[in-house]
């Protein structure tokens, strides 16, 4: 178990108590500590989320492009395909 030392004027004095969750020194750096990180991981979580949709939105859309100009491609090469066989039935 960790004692928590202080200095005082260039000396350390322990004051003979373990550093623990009732401890003030505790709740004055490590619990503030804490709330600034789970501040930061949620800033984060909504910056990531926030790029991982629009990927996905991204990819979706050129997904959604790359169809359609697949399909137009079908559609022409039919036209292709419909005119050559009407030309070699007349």
């Not at 750096?29 to 909504?46: D, Q």
Request: glycine content about 6%; overall charge negative; hydrophobic content about 40%.
């Amino acid at each position: 178990m960790e004692i928590l030392e202080m200095e005082s004027h260039g000396e350390k004095k322990n004051l003979g108590r373990p550093l623990g969750f009732g401890h003030e020194s505790y709740r004055h750096s490590v619990v503030p500590f804490i709330e600034m990180r789970k501040a930061v991981e949620g800033i984060l979580f909504c910056f990531v989320s926030v790029r991982t949709r629009a990927a996905v939105s991204l990819i979706s859309d050129i997904l959604n492009l790359s169809f359609l100009l697949d399909t137009q491609e079908i559609s022409k090469n039919n036209d292709l395909i419909l005119q050559k066989a009407t030309e070699s039935l007349f």
